[in-house]
């Protein structure tokens, strides 16, 4: 009986805000009222199962959007970013009641040991920050994202099942909006020029957009051969392949084409067991180039010819420029290279803090490297991760970016020998790749703080961790001499 009360307390109040939305849309005539009683049922949803409402989260990043409040000074991406904030009120109030939720080998892991030390010098830099109401907001939401997306997944992906259920929901809703978007593009020709208004609303530009179609796409690359005895599945997944190269080309973003070959480099390096030298070789050729470009201010013999970086018309002229030096997006990237790199020198240790780099770099820009878009009307940053941790953050935090990507590909490595499952080995492989697509893109962007590229590279660096207990687990098995289990 006390159930049975308690159940028509529950229910009571569920009909009661349902009733009294209905009445507030009758009387107002706005949509947004009709959102209470949904967002009502998901808050009990977490409550209930939050798993279910985990996976609702991935499936719909590709499809959330951007609303600004407050001409701009606030903004937000719906449905994702509020399904965050539940989760992170979720994980907050579970943390305090159980501070054991996290076994000794998640803390000994030298994925989360980085992860958390970039986190606290994030800290620390928007302490010393010189825009402190921007940088506490980007703190704030660097903190559900992390706990959406890098802490909460080591708790739901645990079989096999869930690994596979991430992934189709992913290719489900990402599939879904290129769908959209070149049905857009289709309406304009698939012209080089109106790439931008065919993503909009959906993604924030179309870096994002081929970046994040890049990421996903190795995946599909490792669960082809997987599909063996299954060929319906094995065509479908075949047309998905062509379809996303196709949809990668008309994007028309050169970092993501790139971006597809250092992937499978890093598939091919993995199985060599070559991955662990990648990024070192990387930092090495990075660092020579950089000593060479600032001997005797030998970049300036690289400056563009004003008159001659302007946007083309067509893609391949756009190719051809960028490697004649003539491309307009590309020149541009070193006149924010060399502001941020004098930049630097001023604030090295705690950089001038997140979000900040806009309003300081100017002054720091060589006028020579100019080009028709250096007024930067969209406010955007260094084009380059290295250069904006440095920038906004200070050495420490470029320098542990710079460990954790050499990290990742390391750790993949040997999280994938020590695998004898199948299943499991081209997970790693695939999310190994993945992370290798993302960061290439990342080189010539700052998309970290994006939602919908965010998430995919922090959700790589989570899995890993949940993939590397698994192969120790199973080693041991075998070890012991006993049967590994199927899950």
């Known amino acids: 009986m006390q159930q049975l009360a308690e159940y028509k307390w529950w229910q009571g109040i569920s009909l009661a805000i349902l009733f009294v939305s209905i009445a507030a849309f009758a009387y107002t005539g706005s949509y947004l009222v009709l959102a209470v009683p949904v967002i009502y049922l998901f808050v009990l949803l977490v409550g209930i199962n939050w798993k279910t409402a985990y996976w609702i989260l991935l499936f719909s990043i590709p499809f959330s959007i951007q609303l600004e409040f407050f001409s701009g000074t606030l903004s937000t991406t719906v449905p994702d970013e509020p399904i ?158 062509a379809f996303f190269l196709v949809a990668t080309y008309l994007t028309f973003a050169r970092a993501a084409m790139v971006a597809i070959v250092f992937s499978l480099a890093i598939g091919v390096a993995t199985r060599l067991r070559l991955a662990n030298i990648v990024m070192p070789v990387f930092y090495v050729c990075m660092a020579a180039m950089l000593f060479f470009m600032v001997q005797h201010n030998k970049y300036i013999d690289y400056r563009p010819n004003y008159n001659k970086t302007y946007m083309h018309k067509k893609f391949a002229d756009h190719v051809v420029a960028t490697f004649r030096g003539e491309d307009m997006s590309s020149m541009e990237r070193l006149y924010r290279w060399v502001a941020g790199i004098r930049m630097s020198q001023d604030r090295p240790i705690t950089g001038y803090g997140p979000n900040a780099f806009y309003y300081y770099y100017k002054p720091y820009a060589v006028t020579s490297f100019r080009t028709y878009v250096s007024r930067n009307l969209e406010r955007s940053t260094t084009h380059n991760y290295f250069l904006y941790m440095l920038v906004e953050q200070g050495w420490p935090a470029m320098i542990l970016y710079a460990i954790l990507v050499a990290l990742v590909f390391s750790q993949a490595q040997k999280i994938y020998f020590r695998f004898t499952d199948k299943f499991y080995k081209n997970v790693t492989l695939g999310i190994s790749m993945m992370f290798a697509a993302g960061f290439i893109n990342n080189f010539f962007s700052e998309l970290l703080e994006t939602h919908k590229v965010g998430c995919l590279f922090f959700l790589t660096i989570s899995l890993l961790v949940v993939l590397d207990k698994k192969s120790r687990d199973e080693q041991k098995l075998v070890a012991e001499g006993s049967a590994i289990p199927i899950s």
């Open 84 to 241: 965050m904030w539940l989760l992170l009120l979720m994980f907050g109030v579970t943390f305090v009641r159980h501070p054991d939720i996290f076994p000794k080998h998640w803390w000994r892991n030298p994925l989360v040991l980085v992860v958390l030390l970039q986190y606290v010098w994030l800290i620390v830099a928007v302490y010393y920050s010189k825009e402190s109401f921007l940088s506490i907001k980007f703190l704030l939401a660097k903190t559900w994202f992390l706990v959406s997306f890098f802490v909460i997944p080591f708790f739901v992906f645990r079989d096999k099942k869930d690994f596979r259920r991430g992934f189709f929901l992913l290719l489900t809703a990402l599939s879904i909006t290129m769908v959209i978007v070149l049905i857009r593009h289709k309406a304009y020709g698939f012209h080089f020029m109106k790439v931008e208004k065919a993503v909009r609303g959906l993604y924030y530009n179309h870096v994002d957009y081929s970046t994040v179609i890049s990421m996903f796409f190795p995946l599909l690359l490792v669960a082809y051969p997987m599909l063996k005895g299954r060929p319906g599945l094995k065509i479908l997944l075949a047309v998905l392949i």
